[in-house]
């Protein structure tokens, strides 16, 4: 059986991850902040485990992949926050927060769990961007540059670990209505309109995220590599389409 972890795996988009990989056949080590909610997840999915997780600490990484007593097949860097506030107002300890979990995690986890795949040459790395890492949005602090930073982070590690046998690629959603979104989406007006602004007219789900980075990780993907694959509703695209021609 094969295993994958996912940071971030209490609620939201990390959920249904977790959910579709034990779904798909998966040991799934339900990973998060918040100990009691990767762990009353983990109860809902057969074979789980759940476990209280830093991402930004290496040793409460190495810890839960000592726990597994075995490497993963799979890596899910979904862990992610998001503190909202003009630049100008934003204070150094919240921009630095959120690159302690969006970016250091990314690498922290990725890198411990790297080292032990790479000696049996095999394993999938995805990790969670975001349309925000090209489309940037006014009041969303340190979040768009963390998840450009991803996509980066992500290239990088695809070069450098490809010749061990890994693939790393990323996943980005665009307006999904889960997680962090979801009170956002809660406002009846901002739901329609964010709704109407994709060319599906709808938002997405967590679920159509998750079976995005499935694919990601089964065999399908073998030949794919160091790419960001956008689960937006081609809303990244749509610009255009709104601008007058005359």
């Known amino acids: 059986m094969k295993t994958m972890m996912v940071t971030g795996a209490g609620a939201g988009i990390g959920a249904a991850i977790a959910a579709a990989a034990a779904a798909n056949g998966y040991r799934v080590a339900v990973c998060d902040i918040d100990g009691e909610r990767a ?3 983990a109860a809902g999915l057969s074979g789980a485990l759940g476990f209280q997780l830093d991402v930004s600490r290496e040793a409460d990484v ?7 007593e075995a490497v993963p097949d799979a890596l ?3 862990a992610g926050i998001v503190r909202f506030g003009p630049l100008l107002e934003l204070s150094v300890e919240n921009f630095r927060a959120v690159l302690d979990v969006n970016l250091l995690g990314v690498f922290v986890c990725s ?8 000696p049996r040459r095999s394993g999938v790395i ?3 961007s975001s349309i925000n890492a090209t489309h940037p ?4 602090g ?16 695809s070069l450098e670990w490809a010749g061990s046998g890994l693939r790393v690629n990323a996943v980005a959603p665009g307006f999904i209505d889960a997680g962090m979104s979801a009170p956002i989406y809660a406002n009846p007006r901002v739901r329609e309109l964010r709704g ?15 079976a995005a980075v499935l694919f990601l990780c089964s065999e399908q993907a073998s030949y794919i590599n160091g790419h960001e694959l956008i689960v937006d509703g081609g809303v990244v695209n749509s610009v255009l389409s709104r601008l007058p021609r005359e």
């Open 196 to 210: 109407s602004a994709v060319p599906q007219q709808r938002l997405g789900t967590a679920e159509e995220v998750a």
């Open 126 to 128: 995805v990790s969670m």
């Open 62 to 68: 190495e810890r839960v992949l000592d726990a597994l």
């Open 111 to 118: 890198r411990a769990v790297a080292r032990r795949m790479a």
């Open 39 to 41: 762990k009353s997840v």
């Open 142 to 157: 340190a979040y768009p540059a963390t998840k450009a930073a991803v996509v980066s982070l992500t290239q990088q590690m």
């Open 137 to 140: 949005g006014p009041g969303a």
């Open 76 to 78: 899910v860097n979904n």
